[in-house]
C-alpha cells in the first residue's frame, strides 16, 4: 500500500508541475488541480497508513489511526475547489478581454509599442 | 482571556460580509462603512499594541480548548506592530481609494478590501501553523479579486499569472505542513517548537526539509528571487490603491519566516544554519535585481513593483541575520517600507491619471506637476535610502547589525552600489517625467507619440485606460493627495521618533529571540479550558 500511495503523489506531482509549466491557463488549471490532488494524499499520509483502525482513542483500543490529517485534508480539498473556480473564472475573463488564453504576459507588458520593431510583432504572432 | 485579541479577525469579516449582503449596491453606504470599520480596526491595532508593549505574550484559544489542541492566536510585540501598520496602511490607502475613485471603477471593492484585512490580521495573530496557512488562502483569495479590480486584458493576464504561481505557492505550503506535522505530530507553533527543542539532532533530515519548504512558501510570499518573478507584472498592473496595499503582502511572507525561524527553529538548531546560508544570498540577489530594475524598467508601475522588490531585499538581509540587533534593525526597516512603497504606488497612481499612461517617456507637463514632483521626489529620497528620511536610518541600522559578520563585505557592498543605482534610476524617472517635459512648452504635439497600452490599439487621450485612475470618476482629488501626504507624514514621523521607534523594535527583538515567553504562554497555565 506504501508503494502504491507514493507512487500516485509522485506521478500525480509529476504530471501537475508539467502541466503548470505549459502556456496556456487550461493546462496550468489542470496542473494545480492535480498538484493539490496529489498534495490531499500526501498530507493524508503525514498521519502513517493504517487501515481499518478506529480513529478516537477509547478504553480498549491500542491501535488508532490519525484524524487530524483527515480534517487537514477536508479543509485542503474545499480550498483548493475554490480557487480552482476563482482560477478558470480568471482565465476565461483574460482570454475573453485578451483574445487568447496564454499565461506568459505579451511585450507590451515592458515596453511601449512604439519602440518595437515590426518584425518583432510578427514574431509573436498573436494578436 | 482578552477578547480584544480576536477582533482584527471577526471585524472586517463582519463588515465584509455585511457589505455583500446589504450594500451591494450602494456605493456611499459601503464607503461609509467600510472606511469607518477600517478606523476602528486601527483603534484595536493600538489597544492591542498597547497591551502588548507590556511585554506579555497573551494567547487567545478559540473555543476555549486547550492549547495544543485547540487553535490559538498569539499576540506579542511584532504581531501588535504589524497589525497596527495593516490598520494604518490600509485606513490611508483605503481614502485614497475613494478620493481617486478607483472603488467605484468594479463591484465589491470593499468587501474583498475588508476580506484582505482579515486575512492579513489573522496571519499576523494565529499561533497555529495550518490556520495560517488558512489565513493565507482568505488573503490570497481576497487579493486575487483585488488585483484585477477595474478589469482589462493586461490586468486579467497578470492576474492570472499571479494566481497560478501562488497556487503552487499554496500547495507547496500543504507540502511543507505535512512533512512538519509528520515529524513533530503537531501544528501549534509554540508545541511544535517544544518538540524541535528536543528531537535529536541525527532525526532532523526530514526536519530540515520541512523547514527549507516553509522557507520556500515565505520566499514565494515576500518575493525573494529567484521567486519573485510574479511581483512585477502583478504589481505593476494592479489597481494603483490595491498595490499600495499589496505593500504589506510582501511582509506578511518576511513575517512568516521571522515568525517561525525564531520561535520553531531557533539558532541553536541545526536547521538554522541551513536556512541562513540559502537566505543571505538570496537577500543579496533581491536587491541587486530589485535596484537594478528600478533603473532598467521604462514603465512608472513596474519602477515601483521593483522597488519593493528591492525593500524586500533590504529587509531579508536584516532578518537573515537572526541576531535581536539585526531583528531590530528589520522590524524598523518594515515600517518604513511598508509606508515608503506603499507612498510610490499611490504617487504613480496620479501622475498615471494626469499623463493617461504610466510609460517612462517625454510628455506635456501635466497638470499639478510641482506638488506631485515634490511628493515623489520626497518618496524616492525615503526609498532609495538617503537622508533626511527614515530610509536611511533604516538602512545604517542594517548595515550597523552585520558589521561583526564574516560576509560583511558582501553586505556592504551589494547595499551601498545597489543603493546608487536606485538613486540614478529614481532621478532619471523623476527628470524625465516632471522636468524635461517643460522644454517641450510651446512645441508641437506631433513629436510626442503616445504609446498605447495594448497591443493592436490606436491610443487616445479620450479613451479612458483601465489601467490608470481617470480623474473624471475621482470623488476629491485633493483627498487623494491628502493620503498619499499622510504618508509621507508617517515616513517623517518614523524619522523625528526613530529613538522610541527603536526601543521598541530592540523590546520586540528581545521578546522574539526569547522563544521559553511563548512556550511557557501557550502551553502552561491552562487552567479553565476543555
Not at chain 2, 548595515?399 to 547595499?415: C, F, S, Y
Amino acid at each position: 500500500m506504501e508503494l502504491l500511495l507514493s507512487s500516485a503523489i509522485g506521478m500525480l506531482t509529476a504530471a501537475g508541475i508539467y502541466l503548470i509549466l505549459r502556456r496556456r491557463t487550461f493546462a496550468v488549471v489542470l496542473g494545480t488541480t492535480m498538484l493539490s490532488y496529489a498534495i490531499n494524499l500526501f498530507l493524508f499520509s503525514t498521519g502513517r497508513l493504517v487501515v481499518n483502525q478506529p480513529p478516537i482513542l477509547a478504553d480498549g483500543v491500542t491501535s488508532y489511526t490519525d484524524p487530524l490529517p483527515q480534517a487537514l485534508v477536508l479543509t485542503a480539498i474545499v480550498i483548493s475547489f475554490g480557487m480552482t473556480a476563482v482560477t478558470v473564472m480568471m482565465a476565461l475573463g483574460a482570454f475573453l478581454e485578451g483574445g487568447d488564453d496564454r499565461v506568459d504576459m505579451p511585450r507590451a507588458d515592458r515596453e511601449p509599442e512604439v519602440a518595437r520593431a515590426p518584425a518583432d510583432r510578427a514574431g509573436e504572432g498573436r494578436a | 482571556m482578552n477578547h480584544v485579541l480576536i477582533a482584527p479577525v471577526i471585524l472586517p469579516a463582519v463588515i465584509g460580509a455585511l457589505i455583500i449582503l446589504w450594500m451591494r449596491t450602494d456605493l456611499l453606504l459601503q464607503r461609509v462603512f467600510s472606511i469607518a470599520g477600517t478606523a476602528s480596526l486601527l483603534a484595536v491595532a493600538l489597544y492591542l499594541c498597547w497591551l502588548a508593549s507590556s511585554g506579555e505574550v497573551y494567547v487567545y484559544r478559540l473555543g476555549n480548548w486547550a492549547a495544543p489542541f485547540g487553535i490559538v492566536l498569539m499576540l506579542d510585540r511584532l504581531a501588535a506592530l504589524m497589525v497596527a501598520l495593516t490598520a494604518v496602511l490600509a485606513l490611508v490607502v483605503q481614502l485614497y481609494a475613494f478620493g481617486s475613485g478607483w472603488d467605484r471603477k468594479g463591484w465589491h471593492f470593499h468587501a474583498l478590501w475588508q476580506f484582505q484585512l482579515m486575512g492579513v490580521c489573522g496571519a499576523f495573530l494565529t499561533g497555529d501553523a495550518f490556520n495560517l496557512f488558512v489565513f493565507f488562502e482568505i488573503l490570497l483569495i481576497a487579493s486575487y479579486g483585488l488585483m484585477i479590480h477595474g478589469g482589462g486584458p493586461m490586468r486579467l493576464r497578470a492576474g492570472v499569472q499571479y494566481i497560478a504561481y501562488n497556487l503552487a505557492g499554496s500547495t507547496l505550503f500543504l507540502a511543507a505542513l505535512g512533512v512538519l506535522y509528520a515529524v513533530t505530530g503537531t501544528l501549534n507553533m509554540a508545541d511544535m517548537a517544544a518538540r524541535v527543542a528536543v528531537m535529536p539532532a541525527e532525526d532532523t533530515a526530514l526536519l530540515r526539509t520541512g523547514a527549507v519548504l516553509l522557507m520556500l512558501v515565505f520566499a514565494v510570499k515576500a518575493s525573494l528571487v529567484p521567486l519573485h518573478f510574479w511581483l512585477p507584472s502583478t504589481y505593476a498592473n494592479a489597481p494603483g490603491p490595491v498595490a499600495a496595499l499589496f505593500a504589506i503582502m510582501t511582509k506578511v511572507g518576511v513575517y512568516g519566516i521571522i515568525r517561525f525561524y525564531t520561535l520553531v527553529f531557533p539558532q541553536d538548531t541545526v536547521i538554522e544554519s541551513v536556512v541562513m546560508d540559502l537566505l543571505l544570498p538570496a537577500a543579496l540577489f533581491t536587491l541587486a535585481i530589485g535596484q537594478i530594475g528600478i533603473l532598467g524598467t521604462r514603465n512608472l508601475g513596474r519602477l515601483a513593483a521593483f522597488a519593493a522588490v528591492g525593500s524586500v531585499g533590504t529587509l531579508m538581509i536584516a532578518v537573515a541575520q537572526f541576531t535581536p540587533q539585526a531583528t531590530a534593525a528589520a522590524v524598523y526597516y518594515m515600517i518604513h517600507s511598508t509606508l515608503a512603497v506603499a507612498a510610490l504606488f499611490l504617487i504613480i497612481d496620479m501622475i498615471g491619471a494626469r499623463r493617461g499612461d504610466l510609460w517612462l517617456r517625454l510628455d506635456a507637463v501635466m497638470p499639478g506637476n510641482g506638488l506631485i514632483a515634490a511628493m515623489f521626489f520626497a518618496t524616492a529620497i525615503a526609498v532609495v535610502g538617503m537622508p533626511p528620511f527614515s530610509g536611511f536610518i533604516g538602512k545604517l541600522l542594517v548595515l550597523d547589525a552585520t558589521r561583526g559578520t564574516p560576509e560583511v563585505a558582501w553586505i556592504w557592498g551589494a547595499v551601498l552600489i545597489s543603493s546608487l543605482v536606485a538613486i540614478y534610476g529614481m532621478t532619471r524617472a523623476g527628470s524625465l517625467v516632471f522636468w524635461k517635459s517643460y522644454e517641450l512648452e510651446g512645441k508641437p504635439a506631433a513629436i510626442l507619440p503616445h504609446a498605447p497600452m495594448r497591443p493592436g490599439r490606436i491610443p487616445t487621450k479620450l479613451e479612458p485606460d483601465e489601467h490608470i485612475q481617470d480623474l473624471g470618476d475621482a470623488a476629491s482629488p485633493s483627498l487623494a493627495a491628502v493620503s498619499v501626504g499622510a504618508l509621507l507624514a508617517g515616513i517623517v514621523a518614523l524619522t523625528i521618533f526613530a529613538g522610541p521607534v527603536m526601543r521598541f523594535a530592540d523590546q520586540t527583538a528581545a521578546q522574539l529571540h526569547d522563544p521559553a515567553r511563548y512556550l511557557g504562554a501557550v502551553l502552561e497555565n491552562q487552567e479553565g479550558t476543555k
